[in-house]
């Protein structure tokens, strides 16, 4: 099982922006797919963006697509999501996951391991 630990998260003003890292265990990180999903107040969590072990052909939920950008440091261990141009409506608690069924990116079912949470709220 990975462990997977997510940071960064907090209270920013609409326009502002955060890094989100989510520092994973085991020593083949670099083969992990990884993912960003978010869960806004009372609503069911959503994909936000994928990446692949290579870290080339990210894939985006429209919502964000432009403002937010995901990468990964190997020698880290740790996947990232930075999140520019921040709106009221992106405010959630952000989860890493590591995809592990299939090439569905977007579905929360493809996940097998994820992280706590890291709570990021916007104000207008």
């Known amino acids: 099982q990975v462990q997977l630990v997510e940071s960064g998260g907090g209270l920013v003003q609409a326009g502002g922006s955060l890094r989100l890292s989510c520092a994973a265990s085991g020593r083949t990180f670099s083969e992990y797919r990884m993912g960003w999903f978010r869960q806004p107040p009372g609503k069911e969590r959503e994909f936000v963006a994928a990446?692949?072990?290579?870290?080339?052909?990210?894939i985006y939920a429209d919502s964000v697509r432009g403002r937010f950008t995901i990468s990964r440091d190997n020698a880290k261990n740790t996947v990232y999501l930075q999140m520019n141009s921040l709106k009221p409506e992106d405010t959630a608690v952000y989860y890493c996951?590591?995809?592990?069924?299939?090439?569905?990116?977007?579905?929360?079912?493809?996940?097998?391991?994820w992280g706590q949470g890291t709570q990021v709220t916007v104000s207008s």
């Open positions: 996951a590591r995809r592990a069924y299939g090439s569905t990116v977007y579905l929360p079912s493809s996940y097998s391991d």
């Open positions: 990446i692949s072990w290579t870290g080339v052909n990210n």
